[in-house]
C-alpha cells in the first residue's frame, strides 16, 4: 500500500469541506483477526526478560523499539510486544484509514462528525502565524494571528503591571487543567512576583480560600470559558464580581474597573460582554475544550513565561505536529505508542494506564491527561453510532515520582492486574539541589528495571512476578518547547487510538445528563420536594435537608 501524500501544515488552510469518510473500523479488518491470532498465540506467553536474556538481542530490541521525535526520546522496548505484533498492528493503522483520517484533521475536514466541526487545534502553534509574518494566510488563520499577537501583548501588559500580583483563572475542564498543568510544570520560569490561582470547583470553599488571600486592587480574573454558558465558571465568576465590587468599594474601584480587573477568554464573546467583561480573547469552535491550552484559554500561562515562552510552546507542539503528519507510521511516536495502547486495551484486556512523572512540575499532568484521554476516547458507540464490540479508553491515573511509589507501587509491582506504567523523566532539572537529581532518576530507571525483572521467592510474599510493562520517556528539561512536544505528543496518540476505534475523540456528550439532573436536584433542595425521585436518592435529599 503507498503511503499518501504527507500533509504540509505549512499550506494555508481554506478549511474546503471535502467529501470525507472514515474507515473501516478496527473489528472489521483483516489486521484485527491477525492479532487476535497472534496474541492467542503469543501475546499471553510473551517474556520480556527473555527478549532481554541474550546481550545483542537486547541491544536490538532496544534500538527497534526505541526512538527519538521532537523534544523527546521514548523507549517503548520494555512492552509486551516483539516485531511481528508491531508489523501487525502498523497494517491495523493502515487498514483503518488512520493516515487518510489524519490527513482530513490536517485538511480541515469536519472529523468532528456528531457537533459537525473542524478540528484545527494544531493551526494554532503554526509558527507562521507565531511569528507574524503571515504573508498568505486565509482570513481563519489572520484572525488566529491577530488574536494571539493581542493576547502576548495583553499578557506582557500584564506581566508589567506590578500592581496586579494575583491572576486568578477561573474555568473547569479544558479551561482549567490545561493552563494550570503548564503553569506549574513551567513555574521555575514563571515571573516572580505573579501568584497564579486555578478555581475550577462549583464548591464554593475553592473559590472562598483564593478570595481570602487576594486584594481586588491586585487581582486580574480571567473568565476562561469555552462556551460562556457552564455553569460551575459562571457561578464562580459571579461570585468573583461581587466580591471585587464590594471589597473594592473600600479602595475605590467600581463597575468601571471591571475592564481593568477582568478579561474573558471564550468563543462566545458576546455572552462576555453582557457579563460586564471588555477584554476579551477569542477562539473558534474548531478548538475543543481538551485541546484549548494553545488558545486564549493559554492566557495564564503566557503571563507565567512571557510572549516568548509562549511562542516557544507553541513551536514545540508544532514540531509534534509536523512529526505526525509526515513521519512514516514506522516512526511516528504518536502512532506507536497508540497502537501499544490499542494491544493493551483490546488484546491484553488492561483496563488501566498508570502515568508516573519523575518530575514534580509535571504534578498535574495525570489529571491533565485524564480528561484528554477519557473525555475524548471515553466511548461506547462508533461515529454512526453503533455500540463498540470492544473495549475503548483505559482509566488513566498517576501521581509524581517518587510519592507513587510509597502509596500504589506496591500494587503495580505485586497487584493481581498488570497495570502498564508510562515514565516520564527530564535529564536537567530547573534546580539543581545536591544529590537530588540522581535519587529521582535512578528511581525512575530502577522502577522501570523492577516491573520487567521481576524477583523470584518460594516463599511467595516477596515474590515480584516481573515482566510488567512499562514505557519511558525522556525529556531534556522541562522547558516550552519540550512541554508542547509532550502535549502534543498525547494529543495525536488519542487521535490515534480514536481512529482506530471509529470513534468520534471530539465530542463529549457523556457529560450532559448530570448537568440536567442536576439542575433538577438543586431547586428540590430548598422545597424538599422528592416526587419522581428513587428512593437512595429521596433518602439522601432529606439527610441533606434535615
Ligand atoms: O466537561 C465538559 C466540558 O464541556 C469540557 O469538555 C470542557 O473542557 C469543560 O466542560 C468546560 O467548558 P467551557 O470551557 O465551555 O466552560
Not at 189 to 216: C, S, T, W, Y
Request: glycine share 10%; proline share 5%; charged share 15%.
Amino acid at each position: 500500500m503507498t503511503a499518501p501524500e504527507a500533509p504540509s501544515l505549512a499550506t494555508p488552510h481554506n478549511a474546503s469541506i471535502g467529501s470525507y469518510s472514515r474507515g473501516p473500523r478496527a473489528d472489521e479488518t483483516p489486521a484485527w483477526q491477525a492479532l487476535q491470532a497472534h496474541f492467542e498465540q503469543s501475546g499471553p506467553g510473551f517474556d520480556l526478560r527473555e527478549a532481554f536474556a541474550v546481550p545483542e538481542q537486547g541491544q536490538q530490541r532496544f534500538g527497534q523499539f526505541s526512538q527519538q521525535a521532537p523534544h523527546l526520546f521514548a523507549d517503548l522496548s520494555k512492552n509486551l510486544l516483539d516485531s511481528k505484533t508491531e508489523s501487525l498492528l502498523f497494517d491495523l493503522a493502515r487498514q483503518t484509514g488512520v493516515e487518510q483520517h489524519r490527513q482530513a484533521m490536517f485538511a480541515g475536514e469536519k472529523v468532528n462528525p456528531t457537533e459537525q466541526r473542524q478540528v484545527m487545534h494544531f493551526l494554532l502553534r503554526n509558527p507562521e502565524q507565531g511569528g507574524f509574518e503571515g504573508a498568505a494566510l486565509s482570513e481563519g488563520q489572520q484572525e488566529v494571528q491577530t488574536t494571539l499577537k493581542a493576547m502576548l501583548a495583553y499578557a506582557e501588559s500584564v506581566r508589567a503591571d506590578n500592581s496586579l500580583t494575583d491572576i486568578v483563572n477561573i474555568g473547569i475542564g479544558g479551561s482549567d487543567l490545561g493552563p494550570q498543568m503548564a503553569v506549574l510544570a513551567l513555574q521555575a520560569q514563571a515571573m516572580p512576583g505573579k501568584r497564579f490561582h486555578f478555581v475550577a470547583n462549583i464548591d464554593g470553599d475553592e473559590l472562598g480560600a483564593v478570595l481570602a488571600q487576594v486584594k481586588p486592587q491586585n487581582t486580574l480574573f480571567l473568565i476562561a470559558s469555552k462556551t460562556f454558558t457552564t455553569r460551575e465558571t459562571m457561578t464562580n465568576a459571579n461570585t468573583a464580581k461581587a466580591w471585587f465590587l464590594r471589597e473594592g468599594a473600600a479602595q475605590g474601584l467600581g463597575e468601571a474597573d471591571i475592564a481593568r480587573h477582568f478579561a474573558a477568554l471564550t468563543t462566545n464573546v458576546p455572552a462576555a460582554k453582557v457579563f460586564g467583561i471588555r477584554t476579551c480573547f477569542g477562539f473558534k469552535d474548531w478548538v475543543g475544550g481538551r485541546y484549548s491550552m494553545w488558545s486564549a484559554i493559554g492566557l495564564p500561562i503566557a503571563i507565567a513565561i512571557g510572549a516568548q515562552g509562549f511562542q516557544e510552546l507553541l513551536a514545540g507542539a508544532h514540531a509534534m505536529d509536523l512529526h505526525f503528519a509526515t513521519a512514516p507510521l514506522q516512526q511516528n511516536l504518536p502512532v506507536r505508542l497508540a497502537l501499544l495502547d490499542i494491544w493493551y486495551r483490546n488484546f491484553h484486556g488492561f483496563s488501566s494506564r498508570n502515568v508516573a512523572p519523575y518530575q514534580h512540575a509535571l504534578n498535574r499532568l495525570p489529571a491533565y491527561l485524564q480528561q484528554l484521554e477519557m473525555e475524548s476516547n471515553g466511548k461506547r458507540v462508533d461515529t454512526q453510532g453503533r455500540p463498540l464490540p470492544f473495549s475503548t479508553s483505559p482509566v488513566v491515573w498517576g501521581e509524581p515520582g517518587t510519592n507513587g511509589q510509597h502509596a500504589f507501587f506496591q500494587m503495580l509491582h505485586q497487584g493481581t492486574d498488570v497495570i502498564p506504567v508510562e515514565f516520564i523523566a527530564v535529564k536537567q532539572p530547573a534546580y539543581d539541589l545536591p544529590g537530588h537529581h540522581a535519587q529521582l532518576t535512578a528511581n525512575a530507571l530502577a522502577q522501570a528495571q523492577a516491573l520487567m525483572v521481576g524477583k523470584s521467592d518460594a516463599g511467595g510474599h516477596r515474590h515480584f512476578t516481573g515482566n510488567r510493562p512499562s514505557t519511558f520517556l525522556m525529556l531534556e528539561k522541562l522547558d516550552p518547547a519540550s512541554l508542547g512536544a509532550l502535549i502534543a505528543l498525547y494529543e495525536h496518540r488519542v487521535f490515534v487510538s480514536g481512529s482506530i476505534w471509529g470513534l468520534n475523540s471530539f465530542d463529549q456528550w457523556g457529560v450532559e445528563l448530570g448537568k440536567v439532573l442536576a439542575q433538577d436536584i438543586e431547586p428540590r433542595l430548598a422545597s424538599g420536594d422528592a416526587a419522581g425521585l428513587d428512593a437512595s436518592t429521596a433518602g439522601l435529599l432529606a439527610l441533606f435537608r434535615a
